[in-house]
């Protein structure tokens, strides 16, 4: 009712105003209708300005939904092509996530190839990330763009993971010191959603006794328990645990063992497992590579070295295992493929 009235008295101010101005064109002996008819005429209506400012809807920020303890989850060599398929909301989820992990030299190969993922585009990233071989014998390799060759999906990636929450710690020590030290230094970095440790392929050479009393409950030195009660310490955190890396001669039975082990340890316990030894024993078309004893090594694909197992020279094995630490972490926000 109350927006009635104005309405009705301004159409009756038209209506009086439109009746003088008839009864003048009339008197003044002007057709109206021939007038209209014949004239070209524009109607301008007036225009209304506000001054307030309409403010775009706001994208809701990710949130992380980290997986409970015993959810378990096992990331391998079989989980790379998941990579593809994480949604952007997810990957931005997993963008927040605080992780550092420890290894020694093997882990700075995979922390430069996070760096190879955080590039804005394949093309402009660093040339240690578009390294591979040219030949089927994988005995040639290149930095590509190179000329007409095609360039391998196995170095390929879209780039713009932002890898700024994950950092990277260095230590060197034999297996026992290294997981000590781990374990004293937990506190240090109790402020991150994820502290990780990954022993590395010298830890389970020939002869390493590290298959024989990891797993033991009644070995008295530092082992797999020690980690287990370091969890307990901090229920609120997330613990991932790992295989080991691999050698091209490393491949032992006692790597084979000690990485058996794990992957039964965390099935069994629920654990967050990132099968390294899986995703370098692997090939990219899925060949298994075994040496002649029938123990996992890595793959000739991911490292140029005739012993070792270093991820530098050719670029595929770092980045596979960065994808594989990207889908772990957008399955650790919340993120079920």
Known sequence: MRLRRPILGSLSAILIFLAILTFNVQAAGIDVMQMLQSTSYEIFLPMVRSDRTIAPTPTPA???TILPPGSGTIINHNSIGLYDRIPSSYLRAAETINFTFMDRSVGDNIDDGLDCLAASSWEVSNSVCRRHYVDASLTDWVTYPSGNLPIPSVITFPGGNNRGNINFVYHEGTWEEDLAYFIQSY???ANQDIFSYQHNYLHVAAGSNIDDVYFDRNYRGTNIYDLVALEAQYPNKT????TTSLARTIGSADAQSFN????????QNGK????IAAIESHAPNGTACRNSQGYEIICKDYTTEINGGHLGSVSG???RIAKAIWVTLAEIAGWRP
């Open 62 to 64: 990710p949130s992380v």
């Open 239 to 242: 613990f991932i645990y790992w």
């Open 272 to 275: 967050i497992l990132i099968d």
């Open 260 to 267: 058996d082990q794990m992957r039964s340890w965390a099935a």
């Open 317 to 319: 094995g770092k980045i």
């Open 187 to 189: 506190p240090n970095y």
